[in-house]
């Protein structure tokens, strides 16, 4: 007969758990579901705070500063974001292949500096559970675990 052996047998209480909800309380997660269910995503989605500041985060100073006014906007960062999140899920579910992570490119206008044109940068999706083991996504610089 096979014993099964539980985590907490196998490795004791937890001493610390940080779940998705302190991340999100704690700013290192942002919450985007509202701007991903606006594209047709429905899972819950949650963008890195260093995510956001690279690829979402813009001031009006930021257009102030650049050489020519881009008149870009954080609404319209966002958008960005989320739709070639749901473009890269759609491609991927079009060839039939299951991926629960997955890197996708986007063209932004980096917030610092005069330069106006927009770059390339890669981003990684990351499908998992969440909290209560609900299917959540969160989108991160490819660096970040």
Not at 85 to 108: E, H, K, M, P, V
């Amino acid at each position: 007969m096979y014993n099964m052996t539980t985590t907490q047998e196998l490795f004791g209480d937890v001493i610390h758990a940080y779940t998705r909800e302190m991340a999100l309380e704690d700013g290192y997660l942002v919450d985007i579901t509202e701007a991903a269910g606006e594209v047709g995503i429905k899972y819950p989605v949650a963008i890195t705070h260093a995510a956001w500041e690279d690829c979402v985060e813009w001031e009006d100073t930021d257009n102030a500063r650049k050489k020519y006014n881009t008149c870009q906007d954080e609404r319209g960062r966002l958008h960005d974001v989320v739709w070639m999140l749901y473009l890269a899920i759609r491609a991927i579910r079009n060839r039939g292949q299951i991926s629960t992570c997955f890197n996708y490119d986007l063209y932004r206008v980096p917030s610092e500096g005069r330069g106006f044109k927009a770059r390339r940068t890669t981003l990684k999706a990351v499908c998992g559970p969440g909290d209560n083991a609900e299917p959540v996504i969160t989108i991160m610089l490819p660096n970040e675990d």
